[in-house]
């Protein structure tokens, strides 16, 4: 009888560490999915902003000796 009664106990530990451990993978997924979506949020930031500096870049003249020479050389 001692050895069902053990191996009631362990059975008992293991479903309370089941629990445990369910809850401790709830927690990491809503984790999970906040820094995925903080992740995904930041990407489009960062696409943004690189587009904002191309289009700048593109404003800018192609020959930088060319703002010099545009105002014969002397700075404004």
Do not use: C, F, Y
Not at 5 to 11: F, I
Not at 38 to 55: H, K, M, P
């Amino acid at each position: 009888m001692a050895k069902i009664h053990e191996l009631a106990e362990r059975v008992e530990r293991l479903l309370l560490r089941h629990d445990e451990l369910k809850r401790t993978n709830a927690l990491l997924e809503q984790q999970l999915a906040t820094v995925t979506h903080e992740r995904d949020n930041l990407r489009s930031r960062l696409n943004a902003a690189r587009g904002r500096i191309d289009a700048l870049l593109e404003r800018l003249p192609a020959d930088p000796a060319a703002v010099g020479a545009d105002t014969g050389g002397r700075s404004k």
